[in-house]
Nanobody, 125 residues
Framework: VQLQASGGGLVQAGDSLRLSCAAYGGTFSLYYMGWFRQDPGKEREFVASISRSGSSTDYVDSVKGRFTISRDNAKNTVYLQMNSLKPEDTAVYYC???????????????????WGQGTQVTVSS
């Protein structure tokens, strides 16, 4: 599976963006999916994840209530709807996939085998 993220951009604080991550070349529904972000000079951090069916989601505390992760297995795509954006949300956002048939949640970057190329999100104050 290859992942391609898109949807980033430059917005003002309080605005919304929806990121998309399209998967190519595999059975998308077999993958647990996540979104991570990274600022220059900082470690890549977990943002959100979603189970294969979409029935279970997980979020880092800083985005709870503002971001929503979802997926459409028919379209081989995972989304990250970001509302009420803040300047501290500025980062390159990456989607990631983990081949996994269980029900646990994962947040560590080393748990994910496949990564997209990243899309820049910049939030001005």
């Amino acid at each position: 599976v290859q992942l391609q993220a898109s949807g980033g951009g430059l917005v003002q604080a309080g605005d919304s963006l929806r990121l998309s991550c399209a998967a190519y070349g595999g059975t998308f529904s077999l993958y647990y999916m996540g979104w991570f972000r990274q600022d220059p000079g900082k470690e890549r951090e977990f943002v959100a994840s979603i189970s294969r069916s979409g029935s279970s989601t997980d979020y880092v505390d800083s985005v709870k209530g503002r971001f929503t992760i979802s997926r459409d297995n028919a379209k081989n795509t995972v989304y990250l709807q970001m509302n009420s954006l803040k300047p501290e949300d500025t980062a390159v956002y990456y989607c990631a996939a983990k081949a996994y048939l269980g029900s646990a949640n994962y947040r560590n970057i080393y748990d994910f085998q496949l990564w997209g190329q990243g899309t820049q999100v910049t939030v001005s104050s």
